[in-house]
């Protein structure tokens, strides 16, 4: 199956509209700006005075022009000092604005990282992992090219092109600085035109690597899928077909350089043709000196050699650009959940949570919750059972608030969570997900991510709650042992086990257990409910479960089908009304008999 290539989109941006947004971060770093623009100066001056003193030297060393030919060997000093002071002057302004190019790149990625987690849920469950990645990477590098090149490279050129202009009007014919600045001219206009046909192709090329990157790092990141089914071939093949496309892109993007490059080169050549022929003729006529040919042609020097380099510049530049769009589109996407401006704190004291009538739908096509009602007393646990697809863990992420409802209210302690900072919403919740994801790092950062200033003791008391400290220290390396990307090298129930004592350690007010004993066997699930229970003793307590038995002693259970509340009470009296609820026990009495007989057979065997 071979993947189709990605639709190249128009450049949303234009370049001023990208260099805009990158004036702010440059402001902050005005100062230093400023000295670096300042010896950048210094150094032009110096550059160009060294064809002067040049031309003084060999008019000094023309017998048909000195009475007396002697060594000048103050001029020859000159030369030699103007030389070290432009490279002198070159490497400050470097030095100088090396702390403005990488200031900005820190801030830079610190800023994106930082919006992009106060992104939505929606977005980040619709977003492919590695194609922000280089994204983001692409973007943060092309900001230092940018500011590199641009101060080092097309702003110096500029400077020195208008004082070499200068002297030649001032001091020689008209023409020498009319052919120049011509030549010129007509350089960049013939750059510019044809870098803006051909960006459409790194355009393609980038965006084929990003889709390229994305599909290799989603088949790493599904490893154990991919096993499951076999299907490593499909997985190279897939990555293969867009790195072809992707390869396509990038050869055309090089032969449109080839053409680039080749007119650029005769544009010069004639440009240097036809002064030193000017010049020539000067010495030919007398009206120049041989130290004045020397001149222009050290200014012609000067000029085209960087001029020949502009134009490779101008290409990152646009590359750049290019790189950088993206990188502004992630900083331009609107957070959906934000904080209202007038939000509080929130209050826990008060520790009751309710459901108002609340509607909602991830597609608006598709409701999933359905003038949902129902209330946590403070202290109390209240469970939520019912089919898969009934809204159950939709409850959660409302709680949590990575979603507003459509309609109705939910209050966390008295206060709808709208009114709320986000921040203090989510300190006083603590929640056991179904899918625990670990960072890939140590036992001891993934359990004390909950509370960052913990120290050891508390983790190792929230560790032997979760029944799992003895397993902790009986690993070769206890609390350094690195659980791999996403807690690969941990078991389900190993993983689950560690989301509790996370949950223990953060000592919150309201706990959620979306299925917190999901991959747990029948003997640890025991242990579990016994540490959840000792848990959630004095906290109000949100249970979100599939197995029925993990909820039997619960205050209230409310059966959800089809994103509403058919049922609502106590274990016994669901039973009694024999709806439901009866029949999911019933359903799951006759499994667990099933694989009670299955156990006791194998223990047999």
Not at 389 to 398: D, E, P, Q, Y
Request: include cysteine.
């Amino acid at each position: 199956m071979r993947a189709r290539p990605t639709e190249v989109p128009k450049q949303g941006r234009l370049d001023w509209q990208i260099l805009r947004s990158l004036l702010p971060w440059v402001w902050e770093y005005r100062f230093r700006s400023g000295i670096a623009l300042l010896l950048l100066v210094a150094a032009k001056v110096a550059t160009v005075s060294v064809p002067q003193i040049l031309r003084e030297v060999v008019d000094n060393l023309d017998p048909t022009i000195a009475t007396t030919v002697v060594l000048p060997l103050s001029l020859l000093i000159a030369y030699g000092a103007l030389r070290f002071a432009s490279t002198l002057f070159r490497e400050l302004q470097s030095t100088v604005f090396a702390w403005v190019r990488q200031g900005i790149m820190r801030r830079m990625s610190r800023r994106v990282v930082s919006h992009l987690h106060s992104l939505s849920l929606r977005f980040h469950l619709a977003r492919k992992t590695g194609a922000v990645a280089r994204d983001i990477g692409r973007g943060t590098n092309s900001v230092s090219t940018l500011l590199n090149y641009l101060l080092f490279n097309i702003v110096p050129t500029f400077i020195e092109v208008g004082l070499v202009a200068a002297i030649l009007v001032l001091q020689y014919d008209t023409r020498f600085a009319t052919v120049c600045l011509g030549a010129f001219v007509t350089y960049l206009v013939f750059t510019f035109a044809v870098t803006r046909w051909r960006m459409k192709f790194r355009i393609e090329m980038n965006q084929l690597d990003s889709k390229a990157s994305s599909e290799a790092i989603d088949g790493l990141l599904n490893y154990e899928t991919v096993k499951y089914f076999g299907n490593e071939d499909f997985e190279v093949g897939r990555y293969d077909a867009s790195l072809a496309d992707q390869e396509t892109a990038a050869i055309k993007s090089q032969a449109s350089l080839a053409l680039l490059n080749a007119g650029q080169g005769l544009i010069i050549a004639v440009g240097v043709t036809w002064t030193m022929v000017l010049a020539a003729q000067g010495v030919v006529d007398g009206t120049m000196s041989i130290g004045d040919l020397v001149a222009v042609n050290a200014y012609l020097i000067q000029i085209f050699i960087p001029l020949g380099f502009l134009g490779t510049v101008y290409s990152i530049l646009k590359h750049s650009l290019a790189d950088m769009e993206r990188m502004f589109d992630l900083l331009d996407e609107d957070p959906e959940i934000e904080d209202a401006p007038d939000a509080r704190p929130l209050d826990p004291a008060r520790g009751d949570i309710a459901f108002d009538g609340v509607s909602f739908a991830y597609d608006p096509n598709r409701p999933i919750l359905k003038n949902v009602s129902f209330d946590v007393p403070a202290g109390s646990q209240v469970a939520l059972v019912g089919p898969s697809g009934s809204g159950k863990s939709t409850i959660a992420r409302l709680l949590y608030r990575f979603y507003d409802v459509q309609d109705g209210v939910v209050r966390v302690a008295g206060s709808d969570v709208r009114e709320v900072t986000w921040s203090s919403l989510r300190d006083a919740i603590g929640i056991v997900p179904q899918d625990t994801v670990l960072f890939n790092d140590t036992i001891r950062y993934n359990l004390q991510y909950a509370r960052l200033d913990a120290p050891f003791e508390d983790l190792v008391e929230a560790a032997r709650m979760a029944n799992i400290l003895d397993f902790i220290e009986g690993l070769p390396d206890g609390w350094d042992t690195v659980v791999g990307e996403r807690g690969l090298k941990l078991s389900g129930g190993e993983k689950q086990r560690v989301a509790i004592a996370r949950a223990i350690l953060k000592r919150p007010r309201f706990l959620i257990f979306d299925e917190a004993t999901s991959s747990l066997d029948s003997r640890s699930e025991q242990a579990i409910l016994g540490a959840m229970r000792d848990v959630a003793r004095g906290h109000t307590t949100l249970v979100i479960a599939h197995r029925l038995s993990t909820i039997v002693d619960s205050d209230q259970i409310l059966v959800l089908d089809a994103g509403e509340v058919v049922e609502r009470g106590t274990h016994d009296e669901l039973l009694a009304r024999d709806g439901l609820y009866a029949q999911m026990w019933a359903l799951q009495q006759d499994t667990r008999e099933m694989a009670s007989d299955d156990e006791s057979d194998a223990a047999s065997d």
